[in-house]
């Protein structure tokens, strides 16, 4: 699939680019689903996005990725989304959170035990995703897809829609959907701001390397990639 760049991309140009493509969904299915990532990065676009004008009744949003914390906590993205997107015409939307209740403790089974739950939850979206919204860390990591961090190589192998990952260099363990998830969406969205992020996305962009998971985004024929740079 080929790649598409805009330049100097603002929050309004992405956000009218995905209703568009939500609208074009909801027409030809009568639904539409929506993965956005966290972070403070994308509340520009989310708070752009929902004031336009579809029938979000119709769409399903989902995350693609989560901390493994409260609701409650300061860095819950499921929180930040209810905030910044879930409000005025995008209030109508579904939202359907990895998680509702957590154990006080973590460990591999019960990160396990999250993400059977988890996909449990989501397998009621319209599959396959038809808009996945990414983000990219400046090194190389997309979604909770962190490079070496335990849980990552399952996380690009598997055909599950989801996995757990647990980032040496970020904090909290996380529920991310998998590579292959989000290869199987009818369009990617690459959203990039900084000199220093688009040097990244430019070394990735010459080859797949499982170090730089960008670029297993980049360097693929599944799904139909906009990298949207500013």
């Known amino acids: 699939m080929a790649v598409t760049e805009h330049t100097g991309a603002t929050p309004a140009a992405i956000a009218a680019h995905i209703a568009t493509a939500l609208r074009a969904a909801i027409a030809a299915r009568g639904l539409a689903s929506l993965a956005v990532s966290g972070g403070k990065s994308p509340i520009p676009l989310f708070e752009a996005l929902r004031e336009h004008d579809l029938d979000w009744s119709k769409v399903t949003i989902v995350l693609v990725d989560e901390r493994v914390v409260p609701r409650d906590h300061a860095d819950s993205n499921t929180a ?64 909770s897809l962190f490079p070496g961090a335990p849980g990552y190589a399952r996380a690009i192998a598997t055909d599950q829609r989801l996995a757990w990952v647990v980032p040496d260099t970020a904090p909290h363990a996380r529920l991310s959907l998998t590579l292959s998830a989000l290869l199987a969406a009818r369009e990617l969205v690459l959203s990039i701001a900084g000199e220093s992020k688009l040097a990244v996305y430019r070394r990735a962009a010459q080859k797949a390397d499982e170090a730089l998971p960008i670029s297993l985004v980049i360097n693929q024929t599944q799904a139909p990639l906009s990298v949207w740079m500013n």
Do not use: K, S
């Open 80 to 143: 930040l989304v209810a905030r910044h997107l879930l409000q005025g015409r995008a209030a109508a939307a579904r939202f359907l959170p990895f998680f509702r209740e957590l154990a006080p403790t973590f460990n591999a089974e019960v990160l396990d035990a999250l993400v059977r739950d988890a996909e449990d939850r989501i397998a009621t979206l319209p599959w396959p995703l038809d808009v996945a919204v990414l983000g990219m860390g400046e090194d190389a990591h997309t979604a």
